[in-house]
């Protein structure tokens, strides 16, 4: 069993950064995958990014690349996602999750956060 808190929940201005940590309880944390989801009001949750139980390998969202870092310190149970030059349709509640069933992209996973709000003006 894991447990995920997100935490950097931040108003920037656009081209503005934020980095958000998703600290875990458990001790099995770094043999998990991790990934981070955003849901904006009225619209599906999507996948952002998500890294190897390693962290040698990362994967972004298309809308992310090259703005957004995912990374992890398992000496810390936490990941982290750098995000850069932010604009305001990165407005979303901002979700941790591990443990993914079936592809790092879609899931399922198995354990989730409780959600960080990003808001972005503009």
């Known amino acids: 069993q894991v447990q995920l808190v997100e935490s950097g929940v931040g108003l920037v201005q656009a081209g503005g950064s934020l980095r958000l940590s998703c600290s875990a309880a458990g001790r099995t944390f770094s043999s998990y995958d991790m990934g981070w989801f955003r849901q904006a009001p009225g619209k599906k949750r999507e996948f952002v990014a998500a890294i190897t139980w390693s962290g040698g390998n990362t994967f972004y969202a298309d809308a992310v690349k090259g703005r957004f870092t995912i990374s992890r310190a398992n000496a810390k149970n936490t990941v982290y996602l750098q995000m850069n030059s932010l604009k305001p349709e990165d407005t979303a509640v901002y979700y941790c999750?591990?443990?993914?069933?079936?592809?790092?992209?879609?899931?399922?996973?198995?354990?989730w956060g409780q959600g960080t709000q990003v808001t972005v003006s503009s």
């Open positions: 999750a591990a443990d993914p069933r079936g592809s790092l992209y879609e899931g399922p996973y198995n354990y």
